[in-house]
Each structure stands twice: as structure tokens, then as C-alpha cells.
């Protein structure tokens, strides 16, 4: 059970952090977990993965803006997201992999979308 919290509205250029909780599921360093986000009429895409040696991985949209982190004792993922601009509008999930499994850098999307447990989302609204 993942629950995601943080979302809200804010002007261009503002920051949020989401949250994403995790229950009756251990989470460990090293196994593939991530942020997600779907926009009204586009795909589901990555924003940031966990990698196998517990480091996170980007979206280019994402560098230098955003920051995952990951707190394991307190089983819950982290997204700073940081200088939020209107494209950055849509609903963010996070993913736990089924299986506690590792991934890298060009699989945790698909690893995450083929075999994720998901949160049902919270929204980010960025105005201009």
C-alpha cells in the first residue's frame, strides 16, 4: 500500500516536496522504486528512479531541478521538486517494484510500469 502526499498548487518557480508512505511492504536500498507523472492527455512517464546501488536516476527534465530521496526506516520515498514551471502540471505517483528487485538506469521505467505497485497520485498544479 503506497500513499503519495505533498501535492498542491503554486506559482511558476515555486517548490514542493511529495512524500510517498509505504505499508505492509518492506522497502530496501537497492531495489527499483520511483516517481512517475501523467499529465492530462499525455503518457505515464519517469521522473526518477532508484537504481540497484540505491542512487537515483533522472529525467532529463528533471536534472538539476528535482531530488529523490529515500529514508528506508521510515519506508518512504522523497521528491524535492525545486524552480516548478507550468509544464510540471500533472498527477505524480510513486512506484514500488512487486518483487524487491534491482534495476538500472534503462529499465526502471519498464520494470516499474511492468511490475510496480503503485500509489493513486497526488496532484501538482503549477501556474504561470
Known amino acids: 500500500h503506497l500513499v503519495e502526499s505533498g501535492g498542491g498548487s503554486v506559482m511558476g518557480g515555486g517548490s514542493l516536496r511529495l512524500a510517498c508512505t509505504v505499508s505492509?511492504?518492506?522497502?530496501?536500498?537497492?531495489?527499483?522504486m520511483g516517481w512517475f507523472r501523467q499529465a492530462p492527455g499525455k503518457e505515464r512517464e519517469g521522473v526518477a528512479g532508484?537504481?540497484?546501488?540505491?542512487?537515483?536516476n533522472y529525467a532529463d527534465f528533471a536534472k538539476g531541478r528535482f531530488t529523490a530521496a529515500l529514508d528506508t526506516g521510515r519506508m518512504s520515498l522523497y521528491l524535492q521538486m525545486n524552480a516548478l514551471e507550468s509544464g510540471d502540471t500533472a498527477m505524480y505517483y510513486c512506484?514500488?517494484?512487486?518483487?524487491?528487485?534491482?534495476?538500472?538506469?534503462?529499465?526502471?521505467?519498464?520494470?516499474?510500469?511492468?511490475?510496480?505497485?503503485w500509489g493513486q497520485g497526488t496532484q501538482v498544479t503549477v501556474s504561470a
Open positions: 532508484f537504481l540497484r546501488d540505491g542512487s537515483p
Open positions: 505492509g511492504y518492506q522497502i530496501y536500498r537497492g531495489e527499483c
Open positions: 512506484a514500488v517494484a512487486r518483487t524487491h528487485i534491482a534495476c538500472d538506469s534503462d529499465s526502471w521505467r519498464a520494470v516499474l510500469n511492468d511490475s510496480g505497485v
